[in-house]
């Protein structure tokens, strides 16, 4: 049973520019949610997908959006990147069905922007 | 609105040490709470889950415990090892936005255990 797995593992960007990071989840989980990670802080709750819908949104911006496929992985798009987007983004898969399951984390992936 | 508290933001302790973490929560409407450990720069490791209806749960030298009436959870953690060094972070499942449940993060507390 594999885990859930982010790419890329680090990204450097720059202001203005857009980015994708990826996702799989892991087996059995149809449910991916995206955190972001600033330095110091707890993740925050950007969105979540579910059948490849979104089916729920964090206090978050337009520019941030994702999609989800067939196979459950997902994308998370961010554009016109700002400095304060600099963090580790971090994608998280559960089953459904219930509230009760808990999430899978990945490793992150560690986006800076200049 | 919830939010999630952690006390200390930071604990050094001895190599042996029994040692409890703090969670604090204002909002009892939850799911389940889930503990995670982190380690620097790197993604999320879940420790244990407690649903809303638990107590406790335990695994190895962990034991959370989770008094939803109050909004407190602790993280008890047996005779601490070099290896335990991480950041602990607590998360409570709320059913926010139209999503499925949302997990609202604590900042973590940062534990360095020394030989």
């Known amino acids: 049973e594999t885990g859930v797995t982010q790419s890329p593992t680090h990204l450097i960007k720059t202001r203005g520019q857009q980015v994708t990071l990826r996702c799989s989840s892991q087996?059995?989980?149809?449910?991916v949610s995206w955190y972001q990670q600033a330095l110091g802080q707890g993740p925050q709750f950007i969105f979540q997908?579910?059948?490849?819908?979104?089916?729920g949104r964090g206090n978050f911006p337009p520019r941030f959006s994702g999609l989800q496929f067939p196979n459950y992985s997902s994308e998370l798009n961010v554009n016109a990147l700002e400095l304060d987007d600099s963090a580790l983004y971090l994608c998280a898969s559960s089953p459904t069905g219930t509230f009760n399951y808990g999430y899978t984390f990945g490793s992150g992936t560690r986006l800076t922007v200049v | 609105k919830q939010e999630v508290t952690q006390i200390p933001a930071a604990l050094s302790v001895p190599e042996g040490e029994n040692l409890v973490l703090n969670c604090s929560f204002t909002?009892?409407?939850?799911?389940?709470l889930q503990w995670f450990r982190q380690d620097p720069g790197k993604g999320l490791t879940s420790l244990l889950l407690i649903q809303s209806s638990q107590r406790e749960q335990t695994s190895g030298r962990l034991n959370a415990s989770l008094d939803k009436s109050s909004g407190r959870s602790t993280l008890y953690i047996a005779a601490s090892q070099p290896g335990d060094s991480a950041t602990y972070l607590c998360?409570?499942?709320?059913?926010?936005?139209?999503?499925?449940?949302?997990?609202?993060f604590g900042k973590g507390t940062k534990l360095s255990v020394k030989p």
């Open positions: 087996s059995g989980h149809n449910t």
């Open positions: 998360a409570v499942k709320k059913n926010y936005g139209g999503s499925q449940g949302n997990l609202i």
């Open positions: 909002d009892s409407a939850i799911y389940n």
């Open positions: 997908y579910y059948r490849e819908e979104e089916n």
